[in-house]
């Protein structure tokens, strides 16, 4: 088997870049970044064009992060408008259903542009005004891109919350930026099962501080029944059918918020990640174009859900910006059978492909024949993102899924850093499966040790980003300070990632996971913390500690320990009633996958818990335990030892 696969020569000849051109651009890019980003703006269509392009500190006593700080653009019509000229009848969204039997869509650009401007209009009408969040809680149907484009349209501030979450993490979500208005639909339809949305805002609008809500705006997916609350309560398509189909897009600065998308950290609540206009945009283009290799004819589909990072930068602004086709799929790999992903490349003939190594592998699980019954011959280029990559699933994904005929572009970045810092450039890099890479232009990683002390050559380290990037994020909404210590005091004068990383002799970056108190579940980041006051909050648990475990399909799982009350006994039917209490508080993807009972947890003296030791166990590696001499109580290791061999 190949440890490195080199761009085929057909590859490159086509590519928009080729190796030394690579080494040149980045070359270029750290050395003046000014000037590098300044040109690459000029891929936007600005109403002003910038003149400031970078205005940088992370000192921490005069820290501030500005790009492109005197221009001034609307998103909205940087995705729509300006295409019309051109592309005006191209396909800017496929819309594929859950149900392979209903008729796909294909949106062109002129149409997409009327229902944004409909919804943009509406918007207004409604008392919408710049500067005002807007939560959508929405499946994935087109009125999902419409939202945010016309929030961006309208200079109001998308907050997308992902479907899978429950109407207490929604109303979180709300009371924390204060929405005024949410767009939600009567159902979400994903595997042939109904989600209850607009139930869920009901429910999510009941909780206090949610009471900034004048109005809800419900799509009619299903035409499942739903309880409208008048006036509060709007039909989307009665408000939207009457509007224009032209609207006069605002005037914003590339530094005003373009979005708030919340992700959890180490520590408390979710944070708000602030993305501003101008910066987030030049990068989330840039890079979809440069990492994918984009053609004009290209039909590229990103199967992450608009609820994520993802499916903003690469699924609605990047591809949109770059006036590409962009297919948005409603439904799940494995339904209605375990060929609907290669089913649904063949069918719309996709080119680029970009998915997650969790889906991969639980493909992979189902063996060769479902991918082989299909041909995948449009493809040309795969993607990967949210977790590292195993390399038995990036060899199948390879050659199995892409007939070992297409590069493999592991993108590692965050939903902090808006778009891709670390992957291969598909036509000039030579790929090495399980590594992310080489930095994206204008991207200078380091690796450091715990003393903040760089590390040289070939070594391991925590992963940080020496200098910033226009994609980077702002501020956590309602709370700089926050944003500040979370990422620039550990290591001061860089933005600190909350990875650990291996650095080769070829200086390729492998990317090890997260060394903070953060599980990477399915490529969704999960707060430990946050499982924790979710199992706390149950009347009979005294005390929970929640640590990652590895798990074959979603590279890890979640393992809660668990302290009852006094009086309280364990048993299989607790159990489940705890796993489904934490489902309700946070939603399907925080369920704990292992619940053990813990008579207590090991504990420093001064009452701090000791996740290290609980990871092992978890892990079922009691022989690495390592120093357990400063515990309060080191008997307490034993009886969770003995506990967990009893399962
Ligand atoms: C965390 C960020 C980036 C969008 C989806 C996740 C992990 C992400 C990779 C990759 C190894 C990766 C990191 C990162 N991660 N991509 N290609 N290889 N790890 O965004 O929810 O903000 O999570 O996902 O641990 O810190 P996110």
């Known amino acids: 088997m190949p440890e490195t696969y080199p761009p085929s020569a057909d590859f490159a000849a086509a590519a928009r870049l080729r190796a030394d051109d690579y080494a040149r651009r980045y070359a270029e890019s750290v050395r003046d970044p000014a000037a590098f980003w300044g040109e690459v703006a000029g891929r936007l269509d600005w109403f002003k064009a910038p003149t400031q392009i970078k205005d940088v500190s992370y000192a921490l ?76 809680y929405l499946p994935m ?69 949610t009471n900034s809500v004048e109005t809800v705006l419900v799509v009619r997916r299903t035409g499942g029944a739903v309880d409208m609350q008048m006036p509060r309560d709007r039909w989307y398509d009665a408000v939207v059918g009457e509007q224009p189909a032209t609207h006069a897009p605002a005037r914003m600065n590339a530094e005003d918020p373009l979005f708030i998308l919340y992700t959890s950290g180490s520590t408390g609540k979710p944070k708000g990640v602030l993305h501003t206009t101008g910066g987030y945009l030049v990068y989330a283009s840039y890079t979809h174009e440069q990492v994918f290799d984009l053609k004009e004819d290209d039909v590229y589909w990103c199967t992450a859900d608009v609820g994520w990072v993802t ?82 699933a990036w060899r199948w994904y390879h050659e199995v899924v892409g007939d070992s005929r297409c590069p493999i572009v592991d993108t590692w970045w965050q939903t902090e850093t808006g778009g891709i810092l670390i992957a291969p450039l598909p036509g000039a890099t030579t790929l090495k499966p399980g590594s992310a890479t080489l930095p994206f232009f204008g991207i200078e990683p380091a690796l450091v040790d715990a003393n903040g002390q760089e590390l040289d050559g070939a070594t391991e380290g925590n992963l940080v980003i020496k200098d910033s990037w226009p994609g980077q994020m702002r501020t956590v909404y309602g709370d700089h300070q926050r944003f500040i210590d979370t990422y620039f005091k550990t290591y001061p004068g860089r933005y600190f990632t909350g990875d650990g990383c291996r650095r080769d002799e070829d200086g390729y970056y492998w990317i090890t996971g997260r060394v903070d108190d953060v599980i990477n579940v399915s490529g969704h980041r999960i707060g430990t913390a946050e499982v924790e006051s979710a199992l706390v909050a149950h009347a009979k648990v005294a005390e929970a500690a ?102």
């Open 141 to 209: 149907i087109p009125e999902a891109a419409y939202a945010m484009l016309a929030c961006a349209r309208i200079g109001a501030v998308h907050s997308v919350v992902f479907g899978g979450f429950s109407p207490d993490s929604i109303a979180g979500r709300i009371a924390d930026c204060g929405s005024k208005l949410v767009i939600t639909a009567d159902e979400g339809v994903r595997g042939g099962k109904t989600i209850p949305l607009k139930k869920n805002v009901d429910e999510a609008l009941k909780r206090p501080g």
């Open 546 to 647: 929640v640590v990652g475990f590895p798990h074959d399909i979603k590279g890890q799982g979640i393992y809660a320990y668990v302290t009852l009350n006094a009086g309280e006994q364990p048993s299989e039917e607790l159990r489940k009633e705890l796993v489904a209490w934490v489902r309700k508080e946070i939603g399907p993807i925080a369920s704990p996958d292992h619940l053990q009972w813990a008579p207590g947890l090991p504990k420093t003296r001064s009452g701090k818990i000791m996740r290290r030791i609980l990871r092992k166990i978890a892990e079922n590696q009691p022989d690495q335990l390592g120093d357990t001499s400063t515990l309060a109580d080191p008997s307490v290791v034993q009886s969770l030892l003995d506990e967990r061999k009893v399962k």
């Open 311 to 392: 499916g903003h930068s690469y699924l609605v602004y990047g591809p949109l910006a770059n006036g590409a086709t962009s297919l948005m799929f409603e439904g799940v790999p494995n339904y209605p059978d375990v060929s609907r992903f290669w089913q649904v490349i063949d069918k719309h003939r996709v080119t680029v492909f970009y998915t997650a190594p969790t889906a991969i592998r639980a493909l992979m699980r189902e063996g060769d024949a479902p991918v082989k019954s299909t041909s995948r011959a449009s493809l040309r280029v795969l993607g990967s993102v949210g977790e590292p990559i195993n390399p038995e």
């Open 61 to 136: 006593e005069d820290f501030r992060i500005r790009w492109y700080a005197d221009g001034e653009l609307n998103a909205s019509v940087n995705c729509l408008d300006r295409h019309l000229e051109a592309r005006g009848d191209k396909t800017a969204l496929i819309w594929e259903a859950d149900d392979p039997e209903v008729p796909a869509r294909h949106i062109s650009y002129r149409e997409l542009h009327a229902e944004v401007c409909r919804l943009a209009n509406a918007l207004e009408n409604l008392g919408v005004v710049k500067g005002d969040r807007v939560t959508l």
